[in-house]
Structure formats: structure tokens, C-alpha cells
């Protein structure tokens, strides 16, 4: 069953502008994580954050978690058009194996 | 970083075949394997976990005796889908689980499946 809901679903925007996803989820969790799908290709795993985390950067992501909110969010600064890819969100379930739960996605656009 | 790959890449078959996908943990042993089935514009869904030298866990609603899944060793994962319809055309992906670092999956390349 899916276990995160990202907002929006889809989203355009010029290059060099910052894009941010949000990421909502419903349990508790050991952490989220973000990856990024290009078109009919495999995942790459962005980052990750633990549930003890609030914020996190890697380059130009942003990561942020509130659990009491059970929500994230993902910032991408100053984007590129190789950037244009589907970004998920999941989450690791506490009580659950450490199975990974994927979110509906958000699919981001670059404009030139 | 770790590996992890899926053979084939793809595969076409006719409806009624068995269609078997194998995934590999490349550099590293893999305590847990987990099998997502992916429609197109759509998210993964997990369809289940394998643990080495036991039986999977399936998601509810999924087919045991469809989709049929072996975890020989640390290193390898199979997912056989049995007699295969149109409606299992679909992109599957693997991920695994390394045994030093837990919390971690690494994900296949995914193998996409078209049924005729």
C-alpha cells in the first residue's frame, strides 16, 4: 500500500529557479528518503533522513522532516534541466522490516 | 558505492509463458531482497520481500503462486512470473539490502516486462 502522498504531482518551472516537493506520510517511521527516476530508468537515491533529523543538505537538495506533521520536504536550488526526472519519497516503516514505502511521486519539469 | 543489477533489462514474451528475472548484489551480500512492480506514470509498489534461505513475504494482494520468488543466496534474488498475461507488463525492480549497512537499499536498474 502506498504510504506517502507527494505534492504537487507534477511541476514546471524555469531553469535556475528552486523546486520544492513536499512529502506527507501516515506512520511512524525510522527515516524518509528521496530518489529521483528519470523517464523509464532505475532509481538513484538522493538522501536520506533519519526520523531524530530535522534538516539535511546535500549540494543543492534540501531535505526537511517534521515528524509531529509526518511530513518532508525536498528542495532543489538552482535547477537544471537535468534535473527533469520523477521524485519520490519513502519511507521506512518502524515495526515493518525496514520495508521502504514509495510515495505517488512529483514530476518535475525544467524549463529551458 | 554498492551494485546492484537485474537481468534481462527486458523481455518480451507471449501470454501463457513464464518469464523469469534475476537480481544480483554485485559487491556486497544482501540479507534482504525486495521485489516493486512499477505501471506506467505510476509509483512502485512493493510487491515483496525475500529473505536468504526463506520464503518471501508477500504484499497483500499480490499472487504467491504467481509471481514466484527464490532467494538462493546473499547475492542472488528471482522473480518468476507465471504464466504471464498482458496485465503483467509492467517495470520491475529489485532492491537490496546490505548486511553492514542496514538501513540502506540499493535498487536494480529494473527489467521491464511486455506481454503480447
Known amino acids: 500500500s502506498q504510504q506517502g502522498e507527494e505534492d504537487p504531482q507534477a511541476l514546471s518551472i524555469q531553469e535556475g529557479e528552486n523546486a520544492t516537493m513536499n512529502c506527507s506520510y501516515k506512520t511512524s517511521i525510522n527515516n524518509l528518503q528521496w530518489y529521483r527516476q528519470n523517464s523509464g530508468r532505475g532509481l538513484v537515491h538522493l538522501i536520506l533522513?533519519?526520523?531524530?533529523?530535522r534538516e539535511k543538505h546535500s549540494g543543492r537538495l534540501r531535505v526537511t522532516l517534521d515528524t509531529s506533521k509526518k511530513s518532508s520536504s525536498l528542495l532543489i536550488t538552482a535547477s537544471r534541466a537535468a534535473d527533469t526526472a520523477s521524485y519520490f519519497c519513502?519511507?521506512?516503516?518502524?515495526?515493518?522490516?525496514?520495508?521502504?514505502?514509495f510515495g505517488k511521486g512529483t514530476r518535475l519539469h525544467i524549463l529551458p | 558505492g554498492a551494485v546492484v543489477s537485474q537481468h534481462p533489462s527486458w523481455v518480451i514474451c507471449k501470454s501463457g509463458t513464464s518469464v523469469k528475472i534475476e537480481c544480483r548484489s554485485l559487491?556486497?551480500?544482501?540479507?534482504?531482497m525486495f521485489w516493486y512492480r512499477q505501471f506506467p506514470k505510476q509509483s512502485l509498489m512493493l510487491m515483496a520481500t525475500?529473505?536468504?534461505?526463506?520464503?518471501?513475504?508477500?504484499e497483500q494482494g499480490v499472487e504467491k503462486d504467481k509471481f514466484l520468488i527464490n532467494h538462493a543466496s546473499l547475492t542472488l534474488s528471482t522473480l518468476t512470473v507465471t504464466s504471464a498475461h498482458p496485465e503483467d507488463s509492467s517495470f520491475y525492480i529489485c532492491?537490496?539490502?546490505?548486511?553492514?549497512?542496514?538501513?540502506?537499499?540499493?535498487f536494480g536498474p529494473g527489467t521491464r516486462l511486455l506481454v503480447l
Open positions: 533522513i533519519r526520523s531524530n533529523e
Open positions: 525475500s529473505n536468504e534461505g526463506s520464503k518471501a513475504t508477500y
Open positions: 532492491s537490496a539490502r546490505s548486511r553492514r549497512v542496514q538501513e540502506t537499499q540499493y
Open positions: 519513502a519511507t521506512a516503516q518502524m515495526n515493518r522490516d525496514d520495508k521502504i514505502i
Open positions: 559487491d556486497f551480500q544482501a540479507t534482504t
